[in-house]
């Protein structure tokens, strides 16, 4: 009887355990390029994702601007193919052209050399070209006021005291979650309602701050408004999301009389006396609420610059848009054109949201 322990097999020759490694190791390079971008937010908070992804979205920008097309930035590393620390270095100028704060400029840095390593391990730039990428830098805190002194000598604008260059870049999955996820608080409902009419509607922060209970009809579905830039009035209907937050904010918190918007209770959710200044703290407002999304700077011109960007992309014609946003331009055709009853009629965000 052969005793087991004294069988011996022959091991493996050493060529072919190096070419099934090989093969596994490219299975699994492959499998975690795939994979790494996912892993790499997986890691992270949802505001710092939204920030992340509203970072790319403005390199997608400038990129689209000297016309390279680009997308999808955030999702696939491939889609980093052609990127050079020349063209890294360049988006950091433009935006220093642009006004946009150091340090937002150097965040938004920092997401695409990190992005771009990320690509580099994926294999879609260039070890070397990975390399220069990174070595790319921001400003330091004391070069700040030289470069914004420099700055307004030239004629630029920066972005806090200035009216900015540049609307800001907002991503469409914080513009729903700025719209339809505050939190279910009085400050939460007063702010849904807040970002519902300059999202979705394009309003004005002015024309925002004057508006009462009086001028909602929740039954028909409608608001009427006062355009002091322009002198008109106008009607517009409310998409879902718009009559969800009037709803919520006149049952619990809007006041009975005078003007919709009251004082935040910091720290707490809760609302206290009507704003005094409503149009310089609701603009204050938007900021953080943007700040809180990941977007550094965002004003109310940047929600009116997204919500005109939203019916272009969605097709809607421009007799609707200059009825939406009250625009008596270009070469005031609209003199020429009947305005519909309900201004914004017949736009995307009304078609698709119902009435």
């Not at 965040?107 to 990174?134: H, M, N, W, Y």
């Not at 849904?192 to 039954?219: Q, S, Y």
């Not at 407002?285 to 700040?291: A, D, F, I, W, Y």
Request: hydrophobic content about 40%.
């Amino acid at each position: 009887m052969i005793n087991s322990l004294t069988i011996q097999t022959e091991p493996a020759p050493l060529a072919l355990v190096n070419d099934l490694m090989k093969q596994a190791g490219k299975a699994a390079n492959k499998s975690a390029a795939r994979h790494i971008f996912a892993e790499h937010t997986a890691r992270k908070a949802d505001n710092t994702i939204r920030r992340k992804r509203a970072d790319l979205a403005l390199f997608e920008s400038f990129l689209q601007d000297i016309n390279i097309p680009a997308c999808d930035l955030f999702d696939k590393p491939q889609a980093w193919r052609g990127v050079t620390w020349g063209i890294v270095e360049s988006f950091k100028v433009w935006m220093l052209q642009q006004g946009y704060a150091i340090a937002s400029i150097n965040g938004r840095l920092s997401t695409v050399r990190t992005f771009a390593k990320l690509a580099a391990q994926a294999g879609a730039i260039d070890p070397q070209e990975s390399i220069l990428i990174a070595s790319v830098q921001g400003y330091a805190n004391k070069e700040v006021k030289r470069i914004d002194d420099k700055r307004k000598a030239d004629g630029m604008n920066t972005r806090k005291g200035a009216k900015k260059s540049a609307a800001v870049i907002i991503p469409e999955d914080i513009a729903q979650a700025l719209t339809t996820e505050q939190p279910n608080t009085p400050q939460g409902r007063r702010d849904a309602l807040l970002m519902c009419l300059l999202l979705e509607h394009g309003l004005r922060v002015g024309e925002i701050a004057i508006l009462t209970r009086k001028n909602f009809d929740l039954k028909a579905g409608t608001f009427t408004f006062y355009r002091p830039k322009v002198d008109k009035t106008q009607t517009h209907a409310m998409p879902a999301n718009t009559r969800k937050a009037a709803a919520a904010y006149f049952k619990h918190d809007a006041p009975q009389d005078g003007i919709l918007w009251r004082k935040s209770c910091k720290g707490t959710g809760k609302l206290s006396a009507q704003m005094t200044s409503p149009e310089r703290a609701l603009t204050k407002r938007v900021e953080l609420l943007g700040r809180h999304y990941g977007i550094e700077g965002l004003s109310a011109h940047d929600a009116r610059h997204y919500a005109a960007t939203y019916e272009s992309k969605h097709n809607t014609n421009l007799r609707r848009l200059m009825d939406m946003f009250g625009w008596n331009s270009p070469a005031m055709a609209t003199r020429y054109i009947e305005s519909a009853e309900i201004a914004n009629e017949g736009t995307a965000r009304v078609t698709q949201g119902g009435r």
